[in-house]
């Protein structure tokens, strides 16, 4: 079964149309995160959440936000997408164990921007 | 912040024999130190992680090494197979003081090539 969900798979959008990615998660897990992977890369630390505590990356763009309205959904919004914002999205997961747990992660979201 | 490099960025290897990808890491402060499989389109999946603790961990065909001294990390596989067939990242997370919730910091990946 699932475990981190992510909708939708794959996302097209306008160049600087807003779009919503989702996440959910059925491990009561702490930690929420999320990662760009764009083509051939690795995944890239945008931001994350702490119970409701927002951790920002010091080099992740403004045009990224995030929202947790509650333990289980965790949402990506970028208000301004761009054509180098075309990547894979990923939601991943951590109990928070004192950094010593696995994060889990979702299927991802294939964002395209034209 | 972390620092994390991986090295070979591509690995060919014949079936059947092994295959080492190494990691350094740059922050001495890091405690977790995973290994992520990914396959193509798919999600990362962890398939063997060391704490700071540890010096070595095994796990069937699959075995990590960490030296702290020297701040890198090694993954091994032995009787490599088709289907180990993906690209490899290593990855460290710095230890916090506040419950370890900081994110990964991932090296730049391995694609591994398994020719049969």
């Not at chain 1, 075309?86 to 921007?113: H, K």
Request: with cysteine; proline share 5%; glycine share 8%.
């Amino acid at each position: 079964d699932a475990m981190v969900i992510q909708n939708p798979r794959y996302q097209v959008t306008q160049f600087g149309k807003p779009v919503t990615l989702s996440c959910s998660q059925t491990l009561n897990h702490n930690v929420m995160y999320w990662y760009q992977q764009k083509s051939s890369q690795a995944p890239k630390l945008l931001f994350h959440y702490y119970d409701k505590d927002f951790n920002n990356e010091a080099d992740t763009p403004d045009n990224f936000q995030s929202r947790r309205p509650n333990t289980s959904f965790c949402f990506l919004d970028i208000r301004s997408p761009g054509l180098g914002d075309a990547a894979m999205y990923l939601c991943a997961t951590s109990a928070a164990a004192g950094g010593l747990t696995e994060a889990f992660f979702g299927q991802g979201t294939r964002l395209t921007v034209v | 912040g972390e620092n994390v490099e991986q090295h070979p960025s591509t690995l060919s290897v014949q079936e059947g024999d092994s295959a080492v990808i190494k990691c350094t890491y740059s922050d001495s402060a890091s405690n977790y130190f995973p290994w992520y499989k990914q396959e193509l389109g798919k999600r990362p999946q962890l398939i063997i992680d060391i704490r700071s603790n540890v010096g070595e961990k095994k796990d069937q065909r699959i075995a990590v090494t960490l030296n702290k001294t020297a701040k890198h990390f090694s993954l091994h596989i032995t009787e490599t197979q088709p289907e180990d067939s993906a690209v490899y990242f290593c990855a460290a997370r710095p230890r916090q003081g506040g419950g370890g919730a900081d994110g990964l910091t991932f090296g730049k990946g391995t694609h591994l090539i398994i020719q049969p």
